[in-house]
């Protein structure tokens, strides 16, 4: 998994107050889950870019007063109207200690269903994984060459290297639906069997 810096410092102030003067600044009030004793700081929201709005999970050094912490974001909060990032919350990682962390879905493939006029639809963006930071992965494959329509792939399907997944097993998480097209195409199938049915009925047999 692939790594991110984020600079920040820490906050010499806690309160609503606070964090209301940080946000005017451009900044991010911020929250370190630590083992001992919980960090707060405060890092520029332009620094979350490459974090947050991305299609894969990463491990994240943050320097604080020049003072690194290896932490995974576990939780960030938007607002509601505007959509700037007005509160993070990271968890400190140890080497040798597993780290619960979400990751996102990454779909590969040409499904046979699709082919066949059937709507891809992802039921689970992300999912919640378990592993030494080492082998946490930056995405979830999920390969859908071989699902026909009604065809899913669920949790339990899943399976990586070290890690344990926390979803419930029976979740689905991308299924081919049945599509207008479909639906279409299978009704004019039939149709045309019909007719030609009806035509075989109607042609007078060779004497």
Do not use: W
């Amino acid at each position: 998994m692939k790594t991110i810096e984020i600079k920040g410092s820490l906050r010499t102030e806690l309160g609503k107050k606070s964090s209301k003067q940080i946000r005017k600044a451009e900044g991010v009030p911020c929250v370190i889950y630590a083992k001992e004793n919980n960090i707060h700081f405060q890092a520029p929201e332009i620094a979350f870019k490459n974090l947050v709005f991305t299609h894969e999970a990463h491990l994240v050094d943050l320097n604080l007063d020049n003072k690194e912490y290896k932490a995974v974001l576990q939780d960030i909060q938007f607002h509601p109207v505007s959509d700037r990032i007005i509160h993070a919350d990271f968890v400190q990682i140890v080497e040798d200690k597993p780290v619960i962390i979400s990751v996102p879905v990454s779909v590969h493939g040409d499904s046979i269903g699709v082919i066949a006029g059937g709507k891809l639809s992802i039921r689970k963006r992300a999912l919640k994984i378990k592993g030494l930071p080492k082998d946490l992965p930056e995405h979830i494959p999920v390969d859908i060459t071989d699902l026909k329509i009604h065809d899913n792939v669920k949790v339990g399907d899943l399976s990586m290297n070290n890690i344990e997944f926390l979803d419930i097993n029976k979740e689905v998480v991308v299924t081919i639906a049945t599509s207008r097209v479909a639906v279409k195409t299978e009704g004019e199938g039939e149709g045309e069997a019909e007719a030609a049915e009806g035509a075989a009925a109607e042609t007078p047999a060779a004497e």
